[in-house]
């Protein structure tokens, strides 16, 4: 069975830093594509970072550019969102989602793409 679950949240101060972990079970993060998402309250889920199959495509929002990094441990088979300079609008249940198959040289913040979704770890900015 294909898994993800999500760590790393928590609540932090405004400029301070977050590093999220999604950690995969029942397939491989090395070949797979792998998208972070976030949703505030009252808003629609939204596409934040992604890295596709091969670890050398990556994505991000213009809303987080400068600021997350996304990477991935091949041996931990994990893959992370680094944050830093978090803002209040950063606030969220952040997601980690991936596909069945694999994407290589593209990585759409599409959340229709993804059809496999952890279960959410909260992130609140607020000093």
């Known amino acids: 069975q294909l898994q993800l679950v999500e760590s790393g949240g928590g609540l932090v101060q405004p400029g301070g830093s977050l590093r999220l972990s999604c950690v995969a079970s029942g397939f491989t993060v090395d070949y797979s594509a792998i998208g972070w998402f976030r949703q505030a309250p009252g808003k629609e889920r939204e596409g934040v970072s992604c890295?596709?199959?091969?670890?050398?495509?990556?994505n991000y929002a213009d809303a987080v550019k400068g600021r997350f990094t996304i990477s991935r441990d091949n041996a931990k088979n994990t893959v992370y969102l680094e944050m830093n300079s978090l803002k209040s609008e950063d606030t969220a249940v952040y997601y980690c989602?991936?596909?069945?198959?694999?994407?290589?040289?593209?990585?759409?913040?599409?959340?229709?793409?993804?059809?496999?979704w952890g279960q959410g770890t909260q992130v609140t900015v607020s000093s």
């Open positions: 890295i596709d199959s091969s670890g050398s495509t990556l």
């Open positions: 989602a991936t596909l069945r198959g694999r994407m290589f040289g593209i990585c759409p913040l599409r959340r229709t793409t993804y059809t496999i």
